[in-house]
């Protein structure tokens, strides 16, 4: 079965395009106008993916990010026509996980689409990940965090953490690779893959979101480290 895209924009003659493309790639697509639209099919049509603009009538994309994420962990990639700091980093601390700025290449568009399908399917089917044929460790546990790579789920004090699946990427990613120091690009390059064109506030604010579920007290990280002027860090002997 193909997998299916909720197109989220209010400008017609834009979402005919990218639903045409879409279709075009195999895709099964429905399209919603308004944002209060929006987060109706998203509930009712369960989609592998959502492209939402952040300018739309009655609800804005924002918000409609942020009311999905409540309980959806798809990937949402954003759609907007102002290239500024606010917007993006806006659209990102609302839970997306990737932006466009308009105008853009569809053919950009579909390489996004396929790489975020491809690693959500990767994910979906829990594979045990293995290492020169031998089943690598599932579990990786740090004095009251657990992330667990079978299940694709992060527990603090045996309680599950609400993350996307690129916060648990990122987590993942850190963990696997404690104690040593990343810069954003390389974050960008080794999480976010060769496919994303963002910038080091992508990192920023996806760093800041997982604090605030993965810490105690995300004002003072005990487990995801800032090397200022470096970079990030994840410390295996949190307190």
Do not use: H
């Not at 308004?34 to 009655?58: C, H, N, R, S, W």
Request: aromatic share 8%; glycine share 6%; with cysteine.
């Amino acid at each position: 079965m193909s997998e299916k895209i909720l197109v989220v924009e209010d400008e017609k003659p834009i979402a005919e395009i990218i639903k045409y493309n879409l279709e075009k790639d195999g895709y099964q697509v429905e399209v919603a106008f308004d944002g209060e639209e929006a987060v109706t099919k998203a509930y009712l049509y369960q989609p592998d993916l959502i492209l939402l603009d952040i300018m739309l009538p009655k609800l804005d994309g924002v918000s409609v990010c942020r009311q999905l994420r409540k309980e959806l962990t798809i990937p949402i990639i954003m759609l907007t026509a102002k290239d500024n700091e606010v917007d993006l980093v806006n659209g990102l601390d609302a839970g997306a996980d990737d932006y466009m700025t308009k105008p853009f290449s569809i053919r950009e568009l579909m390489a996004r689409i396929k790489a975020f399908l491809r690693r959500s399917k990767r994910f979906g089917k829990n594979e045990v990940s293995s290492i020169n044929g031998t089943s690598a460790v599932s579990l990786l546990e740090f004095n009251g965090l657990v992330i667990d790579l079978d299940l694709v789920e992060a527990r603090r004090d045996e309680k599950k953490l609400d993350l996307t699946l690129r916060e648990f990427e990122l987590l993942k990613f850190l963990a696997q690779n404690p104690g040593r120091v990343f810069s954003r690009d390389e974050l960008l390059q080794r999480v976010w893959g060769f496919e994303f064109f963002g910038d080091g506030r992508t990192v920023d604010v996806t760093i800041r979101r997982l604090r605030e579920k993965v810490e105690v007290d995300p004002s003072s990280p005990q487990y995801i480290e800032t090397r200022r002027g470096v970079g990030y860090l994840f410390n295996p002997n949190a307190s």
